[in-house]
């Protein structure tokens, strides 16, 4: 099991492709951060840190995490 990280200015946020089940609600709410057009896909800095970390609580699967840096 590989966990990618992205690291933003506010924020790193994780993603475990195995156990990703594509409900695609980060794409949904967030597609400035979450764009799988771009390589990197994600980009923690696209959104404020806030609306990211609720998107991130919504994902079903519980394949993405934040790691905020302002606590």
Do not use: Q
């Not at 475990?16 to 400035?32: K, Q, S, Y």
């Not at 923690?44 to 302002?70: N, Q």
Request: hydrophobic residues 35%.
């Amino acid at each position: 099991m590989e966990i990618k990280r992205y690291e933003g200015k506010h924020a790193t946020v994780t993603f475990d492709e195995t156990t990703c089940i594509h409900a695609g609600r980060c794409v949904g709410r967030l597609p400035g951060v979450f764009n799988l057009e771009r390589d990197p896909w994600i980009n923690p800095d696209a959104a404020d840190v806030d609306a990211l970390e609720e998107t991130i609580k919504a994902c079903p699967s519980g394949a993405l995490g934040i790691s905020r840096k302002d606590r």
